[in-house]
Structures are given as C-alpha cells and as structure tokens.
C-alpha cells in the first residue's frame, strides 16, 4: 500500500531563517506531488504541484519554493522565512495524469510557526 | 478558484441528528467530485466520492448529492456523532488540467 510521510511535524522558526519541509511517498511510482497551505481556520492553497523529476508548477507567486530531486520525494524551502510563512503545509500525492480520476491522499502536515 | 482567504462557515448539529454540508463548485466542466475531512492538526482525508455522470452516491452514513443544473454538492451525514467534528472540504476535479480545486471547507460542531 502506499503512505506518505512528511516532516517535520511542527518547527518554529525565526524571521529571515531558512526552510526546508520534506515529503516522501512510498509504494507507488511517477506520482504526481503537491504542496498545499493552510492558514488557521482557512482554506487549502495549491502552492506548488509536480507531475516528475525537475518538472514543478508554481500556482502562486511567494517567498517559497519546491524541488523534486527523487521521484517519490518533494522538498518546499524558502531561503528568508517572513511572518507570514506561518501556517500548516500539507504534501500530498496523486496517481499520474493518465489514470483519470485525480484522488489526492495527504500527509500529516507541517506546523510552521515564524517569530 | 480556490476560497482561502475567507474564514470557514460552521455548522453546529446535536449528536444523532443528520447533518447537511453543502457546497457550489465553479466549474460546469468538472467531471469528479471529492469530499475530504479534516480533523484538527491533521491532514484532510478521503471520505467519499461522485463522477458527473451520476447524482448520488451512498457510503456508510455518509450521502454525496450531486446537482449539475445549479453546479452544488452536499455531504449528508446521518446519525452524526461527536468524531464527526471536523472542516469538510469539497473539491472538483476540472478536466483537462486534473487539478483538484477546493471548496472553502465546512467546519462541523457536534454537540453531546
């Protein structure tokens, strides 16, 4: 079966530091990977989304950005956190494009707190 | 597009009462219909799902309503228990892309 693990869990972090919030998926192959945030009491934002290796779509422009070095791992950075980097981010996968029905599955998320 | 500055609307129900969550998609082309929930501090997860080519579907406790004409989806809940407590998220699947868009989410307060 497939899971997906995300770390970590929870970090707090001062202004200008830097970010690196990882995402692994296991038991599938060529998923498609997305980077959501959620600020608290709010919606789901698409940050980034990743149909392969190298190949990553920003949805909105930001002080963050992805990488996809390995098939199955999403990396979301940022070089100079801001305060408003707060929120919880949530990796999540989808089988590629060609199987139709597009079910994202979500980790457990990342609390991420900026002072 | 996706609702994420707003805050969530609540929904307050006694427990073993049905609850009725709904939900207007934005795009007529949209072909499949997800709702997720999402307890606190957690990722959101599956609960069930719809093809456009239907206009209900039955899981257990849980009914997915599906109205084309005016683009909405509801998530009817029956017997609702206080685990239920959580935001429920609708989300489309909008061909050709196949992103999943999401609904502005639904917070559920069960009270004992």
């Known amino acids: 079966s497939q899971t997906i693990h995300q770390w970590p869990a929870t970090l707090v972090q001062p202004v200008g530091s830097p970010l690196s919030l990882e995402c692994t998926v296991e038991?599938?192959?060529?998923?498609?990977l997305y980077w959501y945030r959620q600020a608290a009491g709010r919606g789901l934002q698409l940050l980034f989304y990743?149909?392969?290796?190298?190949?990553i779509s920003s949805e909105v422009p930001q002080n963050l950005s992805a990488s996809r070095p390995q098939d199955r791992q999403f990396i979301l950075s940022s070089k100079k956190l801001l305060l408003s980097d707060s929120g919880f981010y949530l990796c999540?996968?989808?089988?590629?494009?060609?199987?139709?029905?597009?079910?994202?599955?979500f980790g457990a998320g990342s609390r991420l707190t900026v002072l | 597009g996706e609702n994420v500055g707003l805050h969530l609307p609540t929904l307050s129900v006694q427990e073993g009462d049905n609850s009725i969550i709904n939900c207007a998609y934005s795009?007529?082309?949209?072909?499949?219909f997800i709702w997720y929930k999402q307890e606190s501090g957690k990722g959101p997860q599956f609960i069930i799902d719809?093809?456009?080519?239907?206009d209900k579907r039955q899981g257990q406790r849980v009914t997915v309503l599906l109205n084309k004409t005016v683009k909405h989806l509801s998530l009817q809940i029956a017997a609702t228990q206080p685990g239920d407590s959580a935001v429920y998220f609708c989300?489309?699947?909008?061909?050709?892309?196949?992103?999943?868009?999401f609904g502005q989410g639904t917070e559920l307060s069960v009270k004992p």
């Open positions: 999540a996968w989808s089988l590629g494009r060609s199987s139709g029905a597009n079910v994202l599955t």
């Open positions: 038991g599938t192959s060529n998923p498609n």
């Open positions: 990743s149909i392969g290796i190298d190949q």
């Open positions: 795009n007529s082309a949209s072909d499949y």
């Open positions: 719809i093809r456009s080519n239907m």
């Open positions: 989300a489309e699947n909008s061909p050709p892309g196949g992103k999943l868009i």
